[in-house]
């Protein structure tokens, strides 16, 4: 199926393309990976009149860490942090994410931005990005603000940028010593979109004490839910397996599913947001002690 015609642009340098946003507003769309846009274009679940490629804009694909925050240029495609060794060995939870997403052709060419932007309720990175408590720069011709990640998802398919901006980094913070994570979904078949995620980042003192922790459910409800309930009965108390447990059931509280008519049932989904909570808990405290 094609779909209906439209205007292309690409722009070489970031001005141009908010120029371009500037002007035709809720009528255009930014171009990323293409992976999830040329596909609604085709079902035409969306028709945008113009396309903004941002592929040809330098500086938009990057990974370092510089003033306390791992940044991650928005056109930065899965593949670069799946051979990343930096993601690889200081952020798990993020590089076991990119590794189970879809498949080598799809992360060869998505991209961070378009993920997060996009925010399909199957996808991985909107997850991974409450866990680690990330930040997105949205920039547009008025200059460049900062939108947390909990304030960012407002619903399926819905986040907080406005039509004039262009995501152009999103930052994680550097983690604290003594820090593990681990992401676990569950999938019909491999390279399939999650039926529920589960993202873990946890930092834990000499003497067991949990003094960072972030804990996210993708997939399960229409938008990534940041499990704060159990985050706070974690923070400042000592893990063991009774607490562990404790949040495993908050999380199967927290969770409303959505209804899908030929998904799994939103019970289903419930009590695998816990099982799959409390086994990432306990990867990620594997990795904190130095087995994972
Ligand atoms: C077969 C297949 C399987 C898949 N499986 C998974 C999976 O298991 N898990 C998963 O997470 N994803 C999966 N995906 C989706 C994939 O991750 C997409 O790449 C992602 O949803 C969008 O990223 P993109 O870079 O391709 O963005 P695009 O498709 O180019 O854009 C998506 C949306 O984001 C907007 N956008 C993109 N970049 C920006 C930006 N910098 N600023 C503002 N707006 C922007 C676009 O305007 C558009 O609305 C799959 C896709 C396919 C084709």
């Not at 949990?210 to 940041?226: C, L, Q, S, T, Y």
Request: proline residues 7%.
């Amino acid at each position: 199926m094609y779909p209906p015609p439209f205007d292309y642009y690409a722009p070489s340098n970031l001005n141009e393309a908010l120029e371009l946003l500037s002007k035709y507003g809720e009528e255009a769309k930014v171009l990323a990976g293409g992976q999830s846009l040329i596909i609604a274009m085709k079902l035409r679940i969306v028709s945008p009149k113009y396309i903004i490629d941002v592929n040809n804009i330098p500086n938009l694909s990057y990974v370092n860490e510089s003033d306390g925050y791992l940044r991650i240029g928005a056109l930065t495609r899965y593949s670069d942090l799946e051979f990343s060794d930096l993601i690889k060995t200081k952020y798990p939870l993020l590089h076991e994410a990119v590794k189970h997403l879809a498949d080598p052709i799809v992360r060869n060419w998505g991209t961070v931005g378009g993920n997060v932007c996009y925010n399909h309720p199957g996808n991985n990175l909107p997850a991974v990005m409450l866990a680690y408590n990330a930040e997105f720069v949205a920039t547009s011709l008025s200059g460049s603000r900062v939108i947390k990640a909990r304030d960012f998802f407002l619903g399926p398919f819905q986040t907080a940028l406005r039509p004039d901006e262009i995501l152009t980094e999103v930052r994680i913070p550097i983690p604290q010593p003594r820090n593990g994570g681990h992401y676990i979904k569950l999938e019909r078949r491999v390279g399939d979109f999650a039926i529920v995620s589960t993202a873990v980042n946890l930092s834990l003192d000499y003497d067991g004490t949990v003094k960072e922790a972030g804990i996210a459910i993708g997939g399960a409800a229409n938008n990534p839910v940041k499990v704060t309930k159990a985050e706070e009965l974690l923070k400042g108390n000592k893990i063991n397996d009774s607490l562990i447990k404790q949040v495993g059931k908050i999380v199967t509280e927290e969770i409303t599913p959505a209804e899908e008519p030929f998904g799994p049932p939103g019970e289903y989904k419930k009590a695998m947001a816990g099982v799959l909570t409390v086994r990432a808990i306990k990867y990620s405290l594997r990795r904190v002690l130095g087995g994972g």
